[in-house]
C-alpha cells in the first residue's frame, strides 16, 4: 500500500498564495501518476491537477492552468501544488491521490485532506 499525508493549507486573502505538499511513503514504487482533487460543502469531488510521475506529464483543469502548477520530487516521494492568485471558490478540502501500475485508469490510495479557505 503507499500511504500519502498532505500539508500546507490554510487560510489565506484572495489574491495570496499556498504552497500544497503530499508526502507518499510505503509501496512508493507502485506509483504510476498522482493527482490533486478538491471538495467543497455541497459539491461533488472534483479533479484539479495531475502529474505523471515517471515522464512528469501535467494536466490541468481550465480554470486552475493560469494560476496553479503541480510539481514532484522523486527523490522525497513529495508532491505539490503551487497556487497563486486564490479566489474564494478555490475554497475546498483538498486531497491527493495515486494511480498505481497494478490498476491504470483508478486512483487507489488517498490522503487525508488539507483545508485551504479563501477570505473575500
Known amino acids: 500500500q503507499v500511504q500519502l499525508v498532505e500539508s500546507g493549507g490554510g487560510l489565506v486573502q484572495a489574491g495570496g498564495s499556498l504552497r500544497l505538499a503530499c508526502a507518499a511513503s510505503?509501496?512508493?514504487?507502485?506509483?504510476?501518476?498522482m493527482a490533486w482533487f478538491r471538495q467543497a460543502p455541497g459539491k461533488e469531488r472534483e479533479f484539479v491537477a495531475r502529474?505523471?510521475?515517471?515522464?512528469?506529464?501535467?494536466y490541468y483543469i481550465d480554470s486552475v492552468k493560469d494560476r496553479f502548477t503541480i510539481s514532484r520530487d522523486n527523490a522525497k516521494n513529495t508532491m505539490y501544488l503551487q497556487m497563486n492568485s486564490l479566489k474564494p471558490e478555490d475554497t475546498a478540502g483538498y486531497y491527493c491521490?495515486?494511480?498505481?501500475?497494478?490498476?491504470?485508469?483508478?486512483?487507489?490510495?488517498w490522503g487525508q485532506g488539507t483545508q485551504v479557505t479563501v477570505s473575500s
Open positions: 510505503g509501496r512508493t514504487s507502485t506509483i504510476y501518476a
Open positions: 502529474i505523471d510521475w515517471s515522464g512528469g506529464r501535467t
Open positions: 491521490a495515486v494511480e498505481s501500475w497494478e490498476r491504470i485508469g483508478h486512483y487507489n490510495y
